[in-house]
């Protein structure tokens, strides 16, 4: 499974950003896929994550802020970013794993390498 994000940049508190995660590979398996975000000298932190069947959480932080969604179709996950925060500011991962979703990092299998996410 191949994990590559896109979409990351800086922008102005208040502001939006979309985050996109191509995924390619062996995937029939996968059952949940998230965004984890890691501010330096920090633990990696769930984000948002989105089940097979289209059940989809999110962290305290960011609910009703931000939106996981899954396009089967172009094996694409997305994280719309709204209202964005400088706390948000983060090397934001994509993550995938064949088990329902929780926000346990060890948990996920599969990461790509990550896109950088800065809030001023």
């Known amino acids: 499974v191949q994990l590559v994000e896109s979409g990351g940049g800086s922008v102005q508190a208040g502001g939006s950003l979309r985050l996109s995660c191509a995924y390619s590979?062996?995937?029939?398996?996968?059952?949940?896929m998230g965004w984890f975000r890691q501010a330096p000298g920090e633990e990696p932190e769930g984000v948002a994550g989105i089940d097979s069947d289209g059940t989809s959480r999110y962290s305290d932080p960011v609910k009703g802020r931000f939106t996981i969604s899954k396009d089967n179709a172009k094996n694409t996950l997305h994280l719309q970013m709204n209202s964005l925060k400088p706390e948000d500011t983060a090397m934001y991962y994509c993550?995938?794993?064949?088990?329902?979703?929780?926000?346990?990092?060890?948990?996920?299998?599969?990461w790509g390498q990550g896109t950088q996410v800065t809030v001023s």
């Open positions: 590979g062996y995937t029939s398996f996968i059952d949940c």
């Open positions: 993550a995938a794993r064949g088990d329902i979703c929780n926000f346990d990092a060890g948990g996920f299998t599969y």
